[in-house]
């Protein structure tokens, strides 16, 4: 799949292109209400955390389910990732088995028995919160502060897989960027009870980068997140190229990426997703930045975790 965002979801100006979209917002919001009426419930003999978004795509949903899982390491857990079976989205799958082991399966429910069999004893479910067949024992929603809500419409007006008042169904809220009192005051409208948490990107081989040319590019939910960690971190940026989403690189633009740099004497520089989508060959010229997340008040959300294990 690759999509490549509307600029309009994250306007809260633009109006024309939402409202005409209003009526196939409300059609797919229609039938996810009936399929969560008419849907089979499965419940497990251990934990299942689910790690979900509202905000379709560049939440940062995957760098934290890897974070939760060393978490869980640490506090003498065995840990499994389940999603459900995209084959677009093997780069995500490809970043999480560096780290465990990952189940896949059409259907949720099978992955989950799956990883049960193999001796896991709590399974991260990256993505699923609008899958109202689990059960789940904590429920995780991402947001990133800098694009919130974005234009604050439905799938397609919008970027929002379900209302705000979904988070009803939440336990905590993880914010990636600074903190933000309207934001929370949002999320408090909508659930009162929910714990909301910050985290942060911190890029672990950034001085590689410093005082280079470089040519930034990255298919993913958010690009111009990306660049602007590079440029918070001083990167010369002589480029920004943005792709679809999960995009799949053909060798005709890895070639022209790397006549780019030829031409300019700069290094190409992706993100780790982007890397794992490059074909073998091509890697030697291309570099990724290395990213991890950090959980501000960490303590205090592994004490909340220990609570449902």
Not at 86 to 103: A, H, M, P, R
Not at 175 to 189: F, Q, V
Request: with cysteine.
């Amino acid at each position: 799949m690759n999509f490549l965002k509307p600029k309009f979801w994250d306007n809260d100006k633009s109006f024309i292109y939402p409202i005409l979209l209003i009526p196939i917002a409300l059609l797919i919001s229609l039938i996810g209400k009936i399929k969560k009426i008419l849907v089979k419930k499965h419940s497990f003999s251990i934990p299942v955390i689910c790690i979900g978004n509202i905000y379709l795509g560049g939440t940062g949903k995957t760098p934290f389910s890897i974070k939760l899982f060393a978490i869980l390491k640490d506090l003498k857990k065995n840990p499994a990732f389940v999603r459900k079976k995209y084959d677009s989205f093997q780069d995500e799958v490809s970043i999480q088995k560096l780290t465990g082991n990952v189940y896949q399966n059409n259907k949720r429910s099978d992955a989950i028995n799956e990883a049960i069999k193999n001796n896991a004893d709590i399974v991260i479910l990256d993505d699923g919160y609008q899958d109202v067949s689990i059960n789940k024992n904590l429920n995780i929603v991402c947001f990133n502060e800098k694009q919130w809500i974005g234009n604050g419409f439905l799938l397609p007006s919008g970027p929002l897989r379900e209302r705000l008042s979904a988070l009803k169904r939440a336990d905590y809220v993880i914010i990636n960027g600074e903190k933000n009192i309207n934001i929370e005051n949002e999320i408090n409208k909508n659930n009162n009870k929910i714990k909301i948490f910050y985290t942060k990107y911190k890029a672990e081989n950034i001085n590689e980068f410093r005082n280079k040319k470089i040519i930034s590019f990255a298919g993913i939910g958010n690009p111009s997140n990306f660049f602007d960690l590079l440029r918070e971190n001083k990167i010369d940026l002589l480029e920004e190229i943005s792709f679809p989403d999960h995009y799949q690189y053909s060798l005709k633009d890895l070639n022209k990426l790397i006549e780019r740099s030829e031409k300019n004497n700069a290094i190409l520089l992706t993100t780790e997703k982007d890397y794992h989508r490059i074909n073998n060959e091509y890697k030697k010229n291309i570099h990724y930045l290395k990213i991890k997340i950090e959980i501000r008040e960490e303590e205090k959300f592994i004490e909340e975790i220990k609570k449902i294990i």
